[in-house]
């Protein structure tokens, strides 16, 4: 019989030493510094002098009332591998700390190998629940610093294509959502709903999740023959359900008790701890990429940003349930809008030559093979580019060098951002509104920890 | 392009970008007097702090009169209210690179800050809890540095014996 498989006391000390994230763990008080604990229940503020010092908070505690427990990394509430480690007073949370990077596979080092015309399968693999707006980013940065325009007709494609996945992603949400809160059915119901965006993004890309659609100079396909009647049914049937899902959930007191006014967020400190998307929304700024500095063609529809009060679990659920019907009314304007042409640049550095032209030209044939080994060259240059995905904003910070691949490509994650408002919000909570933060504040661990 | 504020500290270089109004190069002493003088202007956010390794590019295109370091610091700052955006590249050293911690401004900034340092190796002074926040703890270098051979480690897990 191996060491391995005998329990003994050794054994558990060993594993304890092996698994062990040491200084990224949540520590006792004795051993913690003082800013470090004003940061781990949340203090934000306290630059701006209206806010607590960070050594008077719970000093009366010692670490022999206290508890400090496990929350994940493999919980079934934690969404991924996000572990979190919580100090409790009996039932009632007192410091947070999320230790992440279980999840990490170095993306970002990897984007720095692949060529610009492969990255798009790097990105698309970060936010799996957004692989469309992930690829939108990123290539938009790419284009940017070749200097390229798209097509009109793609930059529609892409927006519609962005909306769709915008709400699959947060039909995943409600569906988690109404897990966490006990409401079973709701996850059905959401990942029924979600299969229809899918089954269009099969039948559009090749493929359900992580598409590789939307590529450097256009999009990978042109949208299938008759794809008004199916984007139609899509809408038409959700925003139907939008209105079961007000039954099930908005009215139902338990789910309302749970969400009502729990775990608040000022916009003050949402700004201070940079967080984006619903969960700044939820605080009463109307901050919506797609509205602030309009991308694509945002300006030319119509539609409404979702903005809260309070700050609450409520006002982000509210938030995203109601982003549900406003992408449904962008889709349906990108049907009656959508214009005809090419769907991806005829810039043939960045474009092959198309199929036909392979088998009856050489040169043809060499520039396919070039553009899908080497690549394409970008110039040098540097930029920083921002879209509004379902979790925040999303920025691609991309630097080139003049070769075939980028010198340097970093994610700005936006769930990466937003955990850090984790401790804030469940300061002072229970155990049970921690698993609706987590919940709520909603981060893909993909793209966390990249 | 727009102008820095008064209250900025003379003498920072600055330049036009992509996508963003303005980009800033000042050197480490002028880094957080600089994006302070911002955030009074009505910057409200860091969106993005991130570090570059340009230990390939020595000679890259910068303005007339920046030092040039191995490593750079790059922060994307947002104005919610004028809806502008800034971009500030420090120069952060050669071998030990260091700069502020923009922590007491923007609390936000602290992830991002522990994640530069961890792929990296760039420090932060005054940062409350510099630890990494992505590698093991007990991780030797910084993965995204250019000289950390990617392959260099076979592909392992704890359990299994073996060099690092």
């Keep these: ?450 | 392009m727009i102008a820095l504020s008064p209250s900025a500290p003379p003498g920072v270089l600055t330049s036009e970008a992509h996508c963003a109004d303005l980009c800033c190069y000042p050197t480490r002493g002028q880094y957080f007097a600089l994006v302070a003088s911002f955030k009074a202007d009505d910057f409200e956010m860091c969106v993005d702090l991130c570090g570059v390794d340009y230990l390939e590019h020595p000679d890259r295109a910068l303005p007339q009169g920046v030092m040039r370091t191995r490593f750079e610091v790059v922060v994307n700052l947002l104005s919610l209210s004028k809806r502008q955006r800034v971009r500030v590249r420090v120069q952060a050293g050669d071998d030990e690179p260091e700069v502020d911690s923009l922590f007491v401004l923007f609390p936000g900034t602290e992830a991002m800050e522990r994640e530069a340092f961890d792929l990296y190796g760039v420090l932060f002074t005054n940062h409350p809890d510099l630890t990494r926040i992505l590698m093991p703890e007990e991780w030797e270098g910084h993965p995204l540095r250019k000289d950390y051979g990617s392959g260099r480690v076979p592909v392992q897990f704890k359990e299994a014996p073996g060099p690092r």
Aim: proline content about 6%.
């Design chain 1, 1 to 450: 019989m191996s060491d391995d498989t005998v329990r003994t006391v050794e054994r558990f000390d060993r594993l304890t030493a092996e698994t062990s994230e040491g200084a990224q763990e949540l520590l006792r008080r004795d051993v913690t510094k003082a800013p470090e604990i004003g940061r781990e229940v949340g203090s934000v503020l306290r630059v701006d002098g209206h806010s607590f010092d960070p050594n008077s908070v719970d000093y009366e505690r010692r670490d022999d009332e206290t508890m400090i427990i496990n929350m994940g990394p493999s919980h079934p509430s934690t969404h991924g591998v996000l572990r979190l480690m919580l100090e409790l007073d009996g039932e009632f949370v007192l410091r947070t700390k999320p230790v992440i990077g279980y999840l990490h596979t170095g993306m970002e080092k990897t984007g720095e190998e692949l060529s610009y015309v492969q990255g798009a399968t790097n990105v698309t693999r970060m936010d799996y629940l957004s692989p469309v707006i992930n690829e939108l980013c990123y290539s938009m940065a790419v284009e940017k610093l070749l200097g390229i325009d798209v097509p009109e007709r793609a930059i529609w494609i892409r927006m519609m294509m962005s909306e769709l996945n915008r709400m699959s992603s947060h039909l995943v949400w409600m569906a988690t959502n109404g897990m966490d809160l006990g409401s079973t059915s709701m996850m059905i119901y959401g990942l029924r709903e979600r299969e229809l965006i899918l089954a269009f993004f099969e039948k559009t890309a090749g493929l359900r999740l992580n598409l590789n659609y939307v590529r450097p100079g256009g999009v990978a396909a042109d949208l299938p023959d008759g794809w008004q009647d199916d984007v139609l049914v899509i809408c038409d049937t959700i925003y139907e359900r939008t209105f079961e899902y007000d039954q099930l959930l908005t009215g139902q007191p338990i789910f309302r008790q749970r969400l009502i006014g729990v775990a608040p967020m000022t916009a003050e400190e949402a700004l201070a701890l940079c967080v984006t998307g619903p969960l700044l929304r939820s605080t009463g700024v109307p901050w919506d990429l797609r509205r602030t500095m309009p991308y694509l063609a945002y300006d030319q529809v119509e539609f409404d940003v979702i903005v809260g009060t309070y700050g609450d679990n409520f006002d982000r659920y509210a938030i995203r349930l109601n982003e549900i019907r406003e992408s449904i009314r962008i889709v349906r304007q990108c049907i009656d809008m959508m214009p005809t042409g090419d769907y991806r640049s005829q810039d043939p550095k960045v474009t092959p030559p198309p199929r036909a032209r392979i088998g009856e030209s050489m040169e043809a044939l060499i520039h396919h093979f070039k553009l899908f080994t080497e690549g394409f060259h970008v110039p040098a240059g540097e930029v920083y580019m921002a879209v509004e995905s379902p979790r925040g904003e999303l920025g691609c910070y991309l630097v080139a060098d003049g070769g075939p691949k980028p010198y340097r490509m970093h994610t700005r994650a936006p769930s990466f951002v937003n955990l850090q408002a984790v401790p804030l919000l469940m300061r002072g909570g229970m155990v049970s509104d921690a698993i609706t933060v987590i919940s709520t504040v909603d981060p893909v661990m993909g793209e966390v920890d990249r």
